[in-house]
């Protein structure tokens, strides 16, 4: 109920003109979804309201991270993504925040993404502001990935869902505008904390106002990847998000 049933979501969920490969996974389940081979977007096909749009909204301006620590990382890993690009023909592109940075620790990435020569984009602690900024700063112009995974939204601390689903729509409107030829995935938010608290209701309205705003677009799409992590009672096992925000490893 961790990586492995996220994956598998995620191969069913790309159209099946879009991307193929057979799953290596230890149990023999294979999957397989054709090469998508291309086309531009459409004005038709995309609808970006007015929710995304950067001004007066902090989630959809772009901005680089403060660099609170003062080492700079933050920066290096951007300017190392930069230069990872150039010269690679990834398929998949996977960016956003440390749910997708820690993706690559798994042994079923490993196993079904490192054959596409999929890059893996992800800081932890960004917000969408910050995906933003990177993605309008040399991360995808040397690229031409098939499918781009976007997984971010959970660290925009202090901001509404309706700015945070804006952010996300922005983040959007720019791989669509410099990879037109990409299916863009949105990974849903994960629910937050032991019990319920505001932060897990505050996912909960992005994700469903992320899916409204996604409904009429040919080129992107919405995964639900909950597999029902909070119990009954409201409370959710670290045996499922370790912190409480994050998957735990399934045993091999």
């Known amino acids: 109920m ?4 996220i994956v598998l979501l995620f191969l069913k969920s790309i159209p099946t003109n879009k991307l193929g490969w057979p799953c290596l996974e230890k149990r023999r389940l294979y999957v397989t979804v054709r090469l998508w081979s291309g086309g531009s977007v459409g004005s038709s096909s995309c609808r970006v309201t007015a929710m995304s749009c950067g001004d007066g909204n902090p989630a959809a301006t772009p901005t680089p991270c403060e660099d609170v620590q003062g080492d700079g990382r933050w920066m290096s890993m951007h300017n190392r993504f930069v230069s990872d690009s150039k010269g690679k023909e990834p398929e998949v592109l996977f960016v956003g925040d440390s749910l997708v940075q820690l993706l690559h620790e798994f ?21 969408t502001q910050h995906v933003l900024w990177r993605l ?25 869902p309706e700015q945070i689903c804006g952010g996300i729509m922005a983040i959007i409107n720019v791989i669509s505008q410099r990879l037109p030829q990409a299916h863009i995935l949105v990974l849903g938010l994960l629910p937050r904390g032991k019990s319920p608290n505001p932060l897990r209701d505050r996912n909960a309205r992005v994700n469903a106002l992320v899916q409204v705003e996604l409904a009429s677009l040919s080129f992107a799409s919405f995964l639900d990847v909950d597999p029902g992590f909070v119990q009954p009672d409201g409370s959710i096992s670290h045996q499922d998000l370790h912190d409480r925000t994050g998957l735990v490893q399934e045993e091999a």
Do not use: M
Not at 2 to 5: E, I, P, R, S
Not at 113 to 126: A, K, V, W
Not at 138 to 147: Q, T
């Open 2 to 5: 961790q990586f492995k049933y």
């Open 107 to 127: 042994e079923v990435w490993r196993k079904l993404f490192s054959p596409l020569h999929t890059l893996n984009f992800g800081i932890g602690g960004d917000a």
């Open 136 to 160: 309008t700063n040399g991360e995808v112009d040397h690229i031409c990935p098939k499918v781009v995974v976007l997984w971010v939204g959970t660290n925009n601390h202090g901001h509404t």
